[in-house]
């Protein structure tokens, strides 16, 4: 199981990084690919909207965990969210480097005047201290912390469809999409979380059911939510 | 340029010619023209019904042309702002194919001495072509250098005799879903409106297009007839033109009615005021690569000695 284990998690790598290698190639000119007119905006948005589109993929983890009743979409949550980290980190360097050609001081009044850049901008900033403890260790080391950092992303992911709908000049359908994906993913977590809340709550006056006292918290602690 | 079977527009990679060559050739062609003319006694090229596909005949006016490097007829083709097809950059090329630009009819309507719908052979007819190479500046803070080839809209205008009460002009792109898909989604207010004060409409810098690069223009570029206005952002640009209205009252214009806290009648380029959510204060020149820095937009986009005084006195902040 183990060889099926790491041969998968290599093919999802693998296609998470095609995005970024069409991109490439697509800026290098390779094989006949162009990024069009454009190619800092093309590179700027693709860039963007992947990274928004792997936030995605985290989030449908757990819903997909409970639909499945396996935990193997657990498995692949880390990886899904580095990538989001990956593509915006991205976008942010096409943003300065390409787009503002360097100019810190016209990316500092942009972040400081422009709504749309500071909550991107601020979203990005959020993501740094949750790829910074993706790692196991840290996962065991902060324990109950981890689990509160990490809800962490879905502020970030209300900021980046937030940040995406207000730079759109006038055709909103696209981000409207986006927040509705989000909305049913963020919704299902709180009925989810007002079931158990209420399971607890049933639960409680009985009080000597032992499997709801340790299979719950159990639960929690190993399947933490974001 | 062919249209295949589905209607859309097919360029095969030997019809694009390079800049360099195309530029070279044009100048010996406007030679010939101007040879041409000179034998026929005239001052001007003599003027015909341009054809519908195909290469035009035109002057090079150069006095009223930038020395920049023009964009490659590629990059001016496929990435164009027409929302009647699509709101994505590629949507156009990819959907214009299928327009009908003839017949073509336009309107002429208002305060006017004469008015009535006017075919387009007629719109045409009386105007020599010209070529000039004008910086295109979008309120998205892109811009590209463009080889039109048209006519000055104030010698159209002159035409139908506009009376005092025509303080502005009022232009209408078709209206017809069936042929533009994009009008099947509320995005904007269909038909397309824009508008310009009279003496912006007579400046010699305003004109009508009808081609590109020599050649008729292409459907996703405004065809068969559409505005260019030098020193205002794209959008007062108005493509596909079916109706002209001479009005006494500022026409309510689509980006300035979907939009009027950032987008403004006047619409002039201009690096002191800010669009409401991005900088105007440079702009990215397309065509330069990946590594092209932005360079500093100006204002009326470069064409403030010819234009400035149109608005001498106005606050610019306020009548943006």
């Known amino acids: ?226 | 340029m062919r249209k295949t079977d589905t209607g859309q527009t097919d360029i095969h990679p030997s019809e694009i010619t390079p800049a360099e060559v195309y530029f070279s050739r044009r100048a010996l062609m406007a030679g010939a023209l101007g040879l041409a003319a000179a034998q026929a006694g005239g001052l001007r090229p003599a003027s015909a019904t341009p054809p519908a596909s195909g290469l035009l005949p035109f002057t090079f006016d150069r006095r009223d042309s930038v020395a920049e490097a023009p964009n490659t007829f590629e990059d001016i083709s496929t990435y164009n702002n027409y929302y009647e097809f699509g709101t994505d950059k590629s949507d156009p090329a990819k959907y214009a194919g299928g327009l009908r630009t003839r017949p073509w009819n336009v309107t002429i309507g208002g305060a006017a001495e004469i008015t009535g719908t006017v075919p387009l052979e007629d719109i045409l007819k009386p105007h020599p072509l010209q070529e000039r190479i004008y910086r295109f500046r979008c309120v998205e803070a892109w811009s590209m250098v463009v080889p039109w080839v048209g006519f000055p809209l104030g010698d159209l205008l002159r035409r139908f005799k506009p009376t005092a009460n025509a303080k502005y002009v009022e232009f209408k792109t078709l209206y017809d879903p069936a042929q533009m898909p994009g009008q099947k989604v509320p995005v904007l207010s269909w038909p397309y409106v824009e508008g310009l004060r009279m003496d912006e409409a007579m400046h010699p810098l305003t004109l009508l297009v009808v081609g590109l690069y020599g050649k008729v223009l292409p459907n996703q570029n405004g065809a068969p007839l559409r505005l260019i206005v030098p020193w205002k952002y794209g959008f007062k640009s108005i493509k596909a033109i079916v109706g002209i209205r001479f009005t006494e009252t500022q026409p309510a214009t689509t980006w300035a009615g979907a939009a009027p806290n950032e987008y403004g009648f006047y619409a002039n380029v201009n690096p002191a005021v800010d669009h409401p959510r991005w900088s105007q204060a440079t702009e990215r020149r397309l065509g330069g690569g990946l590594f092209a820095p932005r360079i500093p937009t100006l204002p009326f986009n470069g064409y403030g000695p010819q234009v400035a005084a149109l608005y001498r006195g106005m606050d610019l902040r306020k009548y943006f």
């Not at chain 1, 990886?79 to 991205?90: D, K, P, S, T």
């Not at chain 1, 360097?93 to 400081?112: E, H, K, N, P």
């Not at chain 1, 959020?126 to 509160?148: E, F, I, K, N, Q």
């Not at chain 1, 409207?176 to 607890?200: E, I, P």
Request: aromatic share 10%; glycine share 8%.
């Open chain 1, 1 to 226: 199981m183990l060889w099926l284990r790491r041969a998968l998690k290599t093919v999802v790598f693998l296609v998470c990084l095609v995005p970024a290698l069409r991109l490439a190639a697509g800026a290098a000119g390779l094989g006949g690919m162009s990024l069009g007119a454009d190619p800092v905006a093309a590179l700027l948005h693709g860039c963007g909207r992947w990274g928004l589109n792997f936030l995605m993929f985290t989030l449908c983890v757990t819903p997909l965990k409970d639909l499945s009743g396996s935990l193997w979409p657990l498995r692949f949550r880390r990886m899904l969210g580095l990538f989001a980290f990956f593509y915006l980190v991205l976008h942010l360097a096409v943003y300065i480097l390409l787009d503002q050609s360097g100019r810190l001081g016209a990316v500092w009044q942009d972040i400081v005047k422009r709504p749309y850049i500071t909550i991107g901008m601020l979203a990005l900033l959020l993501m740094v201290p949750l790829a910074a403890t993706s790692t196991a260790r840290a996962m065991r080391r902060m324990g109950r912390r981890w689990t509160a950092l990490h809800r962490l992303i879905y502020v970030i992911a209300i900021l980046g469809v937030w940040h995406f709908w207000w730079q759109v000049k006038r055709d909103i359908r696209e981000p409207v999409l986006y927040a509705a994906g989000l909305a049913v993913l963020l919704g299902y977590r709180m009925l989810k979380r007002r079931r158990q809340t209420a399971r607890v709550s049933a639960a409680r006056p009985a009080a000597r059911d032992p499997t709801a006292a340790t299979i719950v918290p159990s639960l929690a602690s190993r399947c933490t939510d974001p």
